[in-house]
């Protein structure tokens, strides 16, 4: 079974820094799909991010990138220039390409943007 | 541009009752789910729904029930609450495979307490 971890519970940035959260995963299976989804305070889930695992070229949207390590199994989230907007707490997920249609969460980290 | 939309938002129960917590999204999305979240847990799938007709059991099913009543809404429902089941639910959904054309588009959650 595939399993999503994320070490960092909490983790905290000063506005216009970059941070960087980890996520690493484990699969037995060679093609995937990796996600951050960021949930403000208003509990709304959204998508910061997505990679394919096929795909050796790292994600990148605005100020958001990715550093996929597909060896080390890692999954890391750079935020640069940070904004007190980024505070959320952000989740790492993976999706496998069979037809099970599961997304799997690791259990998130909290970021805090300090101005 | 409602996306999906859940109701109640907060609920609170005694043990034993039934509730039914709806969903609807209006973008014409296939697959539809329904996600707990709990500190320290991440998001669990409980159930999910692949197409209107079908459904199937996530990671965490007992003590829940589902309904895929058309394609623009999934229910859940809770016949006999407990205590264990105090959650944040989230109901998801998706065009559906393949993911990378498909990211979760998430409702705004429903707080459940059961006293």
């Known amino acids: 079974a595939q399993t999503v971890t994320q070490s960092q519970p909490e983790m905290s940035v000063q506005e216009a820094e970059t941070v960087t959260l980890s996520c690493t995963y484990d699969?037995?299976?060679?093609?995937?799909?990796l996600f951050w989804y960021k949930q403000p305070p208003s509990r709304q889930m959204i998508l910061v991010i997505r990679?394919?695992?096929?795909?050796?070229q790292n994600a990148t949207e605005n100020r958001f990138s990715v550093n996929f390590q597909k060896a080390a199994k890692s999954f890391s989230l750079k935020i640069s220039d940070s904004q007190l907007g980024d505070a959320a707490m952000y989740f790492c997920?993976?999706?496998?390409?069979?037809?099970?249609?599961?997304?799997?969460f690791g259990t998130g980290t909290r970021l805090q943007v300090f101005p | 541009n409602a996306g999906v939309t859940q109701t109640p938002k907060f609920q609170v129960l005694k043990t034993g009752q039934s509730m039914t917590l709806q969903c609807a999204q209006d973008m014409n999305h296939n697959s539809m789910y329904w996600y707990r979240q709990d500190p320290g847990m991440g998001l669990r799938l409980i159930y999910y729904?692949?197409?209107?007709?079908?459904?199937d059991k996530g990671e965490v099913p007992n003590g829940y029930n589902v309904s895929r009543l058309n394609k623009r809404e999934f229910s859940l429902r809770l016949e006999s609450a407990a205590p264990s089941q105090t959650s944040v639910y989230f109901c998801a959904s998706s065009e559906g495979a393949p993911r990378r054309k498909s990211p979760l588009h998430f409702g705004n959650g429903t707080r459940l307490t059961v006293t």
């Open positions: 699969t037995s299976e060679s093609d995937y799909y």
């Open positions: 729904s692949a197409s209107e007709g079908t459904t």
């Open positions: 997920a993976y999706s496998s390409l069979g037809d099970t249609d599961k997304l799997i």
């Open positions: 990679q394919e695992a096929y795909k050796q």
